[in-house]
T-cell receptor, first 113, second 114 residues
Framework: GDSVTQMEGPVTLSEEAFLTINCTYT??????LFWYVQYPGEGLQLLLK?????DKGSNKGFEATYRKETTSFHLEKGSVQVSDSAVYFC????????????FGRGTSLIVHP | NAGVMQNPRHLVRRRGQEARLRCSPM?????VYWYRQLPEEGLKFMVY????????ESGMPKERFSAEFPKEGPSILRIQQVVRGDSAAYFC????????????FGEGSRLTVL
């Protein structure tokens, strides 16, 4: 079945550092890919998405590119802030099969001043 | 605020009691999903419902767990005879249609079983 693998956390960075959180997926067909963010004590919020190969999703300085050849959707940000500290979830929703989103385990990001 | 509303936010139960978690989807949304988040684990799908119908319950434990989304009122996730392993955060999400994968989440209900 469909699955998502994320790098394990926590990822600890200093403010203004470059961020990469790796995400790879396994799916049948051509899924849509998502990054969600969960701030402490809150529910998940959609951060960005990409619906087809080579699409780049972006929001709030975060970017991720849908790489079909490597089945990856890595999250990047050029300069993180303390307020970016949260848990980030990669997810997919499979066209041609179940549309129920499958989530990765989440990667905790801690940004120090 | 017309977001997804979950209640209670925190629920404490003793082993053997029943837990009922409620979810009101965003206005105009007719698709509801329940996920469970265990410590050190990701978000695990439990059940997907539309009004008066269970569409997919492949993630629901076969016993003690049930869900409904009646024509009127919130969706309810019911856990009977709770055990300590049921302690988790339960998230409800909604969407206006079922085929996009883009979900709107509530803040979750945190169940603690003593």
């Amino acid at each position: 079945g469909d699955s998502v693998t994320q790098m394990e956390g926590p990822v600890t960075l200093s403010e203004e550092a470059f961020l990469t959180i790796n995400c790879t997926y396994t799916a049948t067909g051509y899924p849509s890919l998502f990054w969600y963010v969960q701030y402490p004590g809150e529910g998940l919020q959609l951060l960005l998405k990409a619906t087809k190969a080579d699409d780049k999703g972006s929001n709030k300085g975060f970017e991720a590119t849908y790489r079909k050849e490597t089945t990856s959707f890595h999250l990047e940000k050029g300069s993180v802030q303390v307020s970016d500290s949260a848990v980030y979830f990669c997810a997919l929703s499979g066209r041609g099969g179940s549309y129920i989103p499958t989530f990765g385990r989440g990667t905790s990001l801690i940004v120090h001043p | 605020n017309a977001g997804v509303m979950q209640n209670p936010r925190h629920l404490v139960r003793r082993r053997g009691q029943e837990a009922r978690l409620r979810c009101s989807p965003m206005k105009g949304h007719s698709h509801v999903y329940w996920y469970r988040q265990l410590p050190e684990e990701g978000l695990k799908f439990m059940v997907y419902l539309q009004k008066e119908n269970i569409i997919d319950e492949s993630g629901m434990p076969k016993e003690r767990f049930s869900a409904e989304f009646p024509k009127e009122g919130p969706s309810i996730l019911r856990i009977q005879q709770v055990v300590r392993g049921d302690s988790a955060a339960y998230f409800c999400a909604s969407s206006p249609q079922g085929a996009t994968g883009e979900l709107f989440f509530g803040e979750g209900s945190r169940l603690t079983v003593l």
